[in-house]
């Protein structure tokens, strides 16, 4: 079956960095996009980043970008987030999820609905 399982949260002094790992099996990784999507306690899930099946640039929410880099590398099934700069906004619970379509890419997954498998999400937390 597909499972994601993201790793690498932790707690860091804002101005610090963390790398977020997700790691995917079940499915033929290479061929789908990838996004990373976080929770704050409160608040509604949010896009953060994604990268297309066929790698390239990543795309961002204006909140992050310039600080934080989506990556992957499809020999090792495995997405990355590089987040610089954290800020104590940055806060809350980061997960990634695979697209639902295999060889697509586009601005529809800079949305909740265009992924179909989340993972269980790991903990962030930015100290002022």
């Known amino acids: 079956q597909v499972q994601l399982v993201e790793s690498g949260g932790g707690l860091v002094q804002a101005g610090g960095s963390l790398r977020l790992t997700c790691a995917v099996s079940?499915?033929?990784?290479?061929?789908?996009?990838m996004g990373w999507f976080r929770q704050a306690p409160g608040k509604e899930r949010e896009f953060v980043a994604f990268?297309?099946?066929?790698?390239?640039?990543?795309y961002y929410a204006d909140s992050v970008k310039g600080r934080f880099t989506i990556s992957r590398d499809n020999a090792k099934n495995t997405v990355y987030l590089q987040m610089n700069g954290l800020k104590p906004e940055d806060t809350a619970v980061y997960y990634c999820a695979k697209s639902q379509r295999a060889y697509s890419s586009g601005s529809v997954y800079y949305g909740r609905s265009s992924y179909d498998y989340w993972g269980q999400g790991t903990q962030v937390t930015v100290s002022s």
């Open positions: 079940g499915l033929s990784f290479s061929s789908y996009t």
């Open positions: 990268i297309n099946w066929n790698g390239g640039n990543g």
